[in-house]
């Protein structure tokens, strides 16, 4: 909830689905970016508990949302899925390729998915 109210973007968003009662695809993505950015922001790695609770608060917040959208639990061997933590992992890429992050940092991240 901090992260819509603390931005103008997040405003723009939750005044959207106020007036429309739902999130369209481009909505969407800004939302995870918003909260991919403040995860990263506060250095919080990202783990298959915190996707999971991150799209509870989603579908409370916007109740016309499907949690699956955020995020999937794969099965006991499969990575899981969904925008939030495709977008996290695929940021945490893009910042270390650019030498934006750490090679110790991207390991901190790794070591706590694995023990999600």
Do not use: H, W
Request: aromatic letters at 8%.
């Amino acid at each position: 909830d901090d992260v819509l109210t603390n931005s103008t973007q997040g405003t723009l968003l939750t005044n959207y689905y106020t007036n429309n009662k739902t999130l369209n695809e481009s909505c969407r993505n800004i939302l995870v970016d918003l909260i991919i950015a403040s995860l990263l922001k506060q250095n919080r790695p990202m783990s298959v508990a915190l996707a999971n609770q991150i799209a509870d608060i989603i579908v409370g917040t916007f109740t016309t949302e499907i949690k699956e959208t955020y995020f999937l639990r794969g099965g006991t061997k499969k990575c899981p899925k969904g925008k939030l933590y495709t977008k996290y992992f695929n940021k945490l890429r893009s910042l270390k390729n650019n030498g934006l992050v750490t090679p110790e940092l991207t390991r901190t991240y790794k070591k706590n998915e694995k023990e999600t």
